[in-house]
Nanobody, 117 residues
């Protein structure tokens, strides 16, 4: 089992920045992919960014150039640095992990990000 705990959400004005953190514990050796999804009210869950064990990174087109995903292997933590935030970035952000070998996925509890003046 893998546990994922997010932190760092909150209220920020348009153009501002936030950094989300996701700390992993448990059978972390089984995780090959870490990343972030988000879900806005009334909308489907959207993939935001992923980072794979080999270091390959992918972003949704809507966040390219504004968001940066990174990880600290020593701390078993993945981060999402969000800059130039827009009201349309408002959503609950979920950390997830995926094990390619097992096919299992794991989710954090979600953290609210609200971009508003």
């Amino acid at each position: 089992q893998v546990q994922l705990v997010e932190s760092g959400g909150g209220l920020v004005q348009p153009g501002g920045s936030l950094r989300l953190s996701c700390a992993a514990s448990g059978s972390i050796f089984s995780i090959n992919v870490l990343g972030w999804y988000r879900q806005a009210p009334g909308k489907q869950r959207e993939l935001v960014a992923t980072i794979i064990s080999g270091g390959r990174i992918n972003y949704a087109d809507s966040v390219k150039g504004r968001f940066t995903i990174s990880r600290d292997n020593a701390k078993y933590t993945v981060y999402l640095q969000m800059n130039s935030l827009k009201p349309e970035d408002t959503a609950v952000y979920y950390c997830f992990g995926y094990g390619m070998g097992s096919g299992n996925d794991y989710w954090g509890q979600g953290t609210q990000v609200t971009v508003s003046s």
